[in-house]
T-cell receptor, first 111, second 113 residues
Framework: KNEVEQSPQNLTAQEGEFITINCSYS?????LHWLQQHPGGGIVSLFM???GKKKHGRLIATINIQEKHSSLHITASHPRDSAVYIC?????????????FGKGTKLSVKP | IAGITQAPTSQILAAGRRMTLRCTQD?????MYWYRQDLGLGLRLIHY???????GKGEVPDGYSVSRANTDDFPLTLASAVPSQTSVYFC????????????FGPGTRLTVL
């Protein structure tokens, strides 16, 4: 069974700062997910990636399959980026089983 | 309907009562999921369905049951609610089971007294 660790648990930044959130897992996987949970509670999928890097606007996700590690970066952070960011991986590694979720990183961006 | 919907938005329930949380998607996704989210624990899978007519147990299935009579609907039933089932419940769907992108409903906040 996979285990997911996210760091930091909480992060406060000033507007404009570069943000990095980390995710590590214990069992090799075929794809990792990053999700965003808005302050109102809604959850949206940001990225699904299996290698290298993906970019969407100011968000960049990277993954190192060999090191079992992924990072989510936010460039030029803005108060509207304030949310909980969650990573998720297949529970039994590879592409097997359902997703297991990290506990999330709560990001607060101050104006 | 656009995407995935849940009902009710919130509910306060007396312990011992039966409750069904509703979930409907219009994306013709094969897989559907029920999660609960508790402070400090993250999202945990309760039950899932690979396709209409099949269901499976997740990480925390005790006290819950589901059915999947058709592609669109995936209700979650608490037969006899207990206070430890106080939580926020999210329904999600994906094209196939496992690693496909999941789309989440808005959640149901349930309080069991």
């Amino acid at each position: 069974k996979n285990e997911v660790e996210q760091s930091p648990q909480n992060l406060t930044a000033q507007e404009g700062e570069f943000i990095t959130i980390n995710c590590s897992y214990s069992v090799g996987i075929s794809a990792l997910h990053w999700l965003q949970q808005h302050p109102g509670g809604g959850i949206v999928s940001l990225f699904m990636l299996s290698s290298g890097k993906k970019k969407h606007g100011r968000l960049i996700a990277t993954i190192n399959i060999q090191e079992k590690h992924s990072s989510l970066h936010i460039t030029a952070s803005h108060p509207r980026d304030s949310a909980v960011y969650i990573c998720a991986v297949p529970n039994y590694g590879g592409s097997q089983g359902n997703l297991i979720f990290g506990k999330g990183t709560k990001l607060s961006v101050k104006p | 309907i656009a995407g995935i919907t849940q009902a009710p938005t919130s509910q306060i329930l007396a312990a011992g009562r039966r409750m069904t949380l509703r979930c409907t998607q219009d994306m013709r996704h094969n897989a559907m999921y029920w999660y609960r989210q508790d402070l400090g624990l993250g999202l945990r899978l309760i039950h899932y369905s690979n396709t209409a007519g099949t269901t499976g147990k997740g990480e925390v299935p005790d006290g819950y049951s589901v059915s999947r009579a058709n592609t669109d609907d995936f209700p979650l039933t608490l037969a006899s609610a207990v206070p430890s089932q106080t939580s926020v419940y999210f329904c999600a769907s994906s094209d196939s089971l496992g690693t496909d992108t999941q789309y989440f409903g808005p959640g149901t906040r349930l309080t069991v007294l």
